[in-house]
């Protein structure tokens, strides 16, 4: 069983940075990629980044992109997400999630999942 425990979510103003953790610990650790997904009020969840295991391949939204760094520290086992520039809609609940099926921005794709953590983007 894996649990992931996501950290760093705070309020802050447009233009500002925050960074996410998303620890992870557990038996039978089997997890090949890691991803970050928000969901906003009354809005489905989305994807965010992703990131291989052994940090070698990423992928990000549109949205994100040159905005949004994800990074990875397997000594740590811990998942990080530089967030700069934020935007109002940037506000949402962001989850860290793991899966064995590789680098994806499909939910499905991923079995476990984090508590979420709240990041609001005031104007």
């Known amino acids: 069983q894996v649990q992931l425990a996501e950290s760093g979510g705070g309020t802050v103003q447009a233009g500002d940075s925050l960074r996410l953790s998303c620890a992870a610990s557990?038996?039978?650790?089997?997890?090949?990629?890691m991803g970050w997904f928000r969901q906003a009020p009354g809005k489905e969840r989305e994807f965010v980044a992703a990131?291989?295991?052994?940090?070698?391949?990423?992928y990000y939204a549109d949205s994100v992109t040159g905005r949004f760094t994800i990074s990875i520290d397997n000594a740590k086992n811990t998942m990080y997400l530089q967030m700069n520039n934020l935007k109002p809609e940037d506000t949402a609940v962001y989850y860290c999630?793991?899966?064995?099926?590789?680098?994806?921005?499909?939910?499905?794709?991923?079995?476990?999942w984090g508590q979420g953590t709240q990041v609001t983007v005031s104007s």
């Open positions: 999630a793991g899966g064995s099926t590789g680098v994806s921005g499909i939910p499905a794709h991923y079995g476990y």
């Open positions: 557990g038996r039978g650790f089997s997890v090949v990629a």
């Open positions: 990131i291989s295991w052994s940090g070698g391949g990423t």
